[in-house]
């Protein structure tokens, strides 16, 4: 069965990075479109960043676009979202997503906490 598993989340002060981790399983990684997502708390879970299934093309969020960039390794079925210049309103959780037809898949998430 597809499996989603986060990794990477933690407290940094503003200002500064962390790099969070998908790995996947369970699914033929490569053929599949990306997304993260996240959530914070009190507000409705909002798309973070896009990839294709190649990783030619991405996309963002106008919150996060300049300061994060989302990448992936097929040959390890991970999907990576590099998070720089962070600051207190990109606390939330973060999910990885994926999806087939109108089935969507998530892992469980990983918090990350800017503040000083």
């Known amino acids: 069965q597809v499996q989603l598993v986060e990794s990477g989340g933690g407290l940094v002060q503003p200002g500064g990075s962390l790099r969070l981790s998908c790995a996947a399983s369970?699914?033929?990684?490569?053929?599949?479109?990306m997304r993260w997502y996240r959530q914070a708390p009190g507000k409705e879970r909002e798309l973070v960043a896009f990839?294709?299934?190649?990783?030619?093309?991405?996309s963002y969020a106008d919150s996060v676009k300049g300061r994060f960039i989302i990448s992936r390794d097929n040959a390890k079925n991970t999907m990576y979202l590099q998070m720089n210049s962070l600051k207190p309103e990109d606390t939330a959780v973060y999910y990885c997503?994926?999806?087939?037809?109108?089935?969507?898949?998530w892992g469980q998430g990983t918090q990350v906490t800017v503040s000083s």
């Open positions: 997503n994926t999806w087939r037809g109108q089935q969507n898949y």
């Open positions: 990839i294709t299934n190649t990783g030619g093309g991405t």
């Open positions: 369970g699914f033929t990684f490569s053929s599949y479109n």
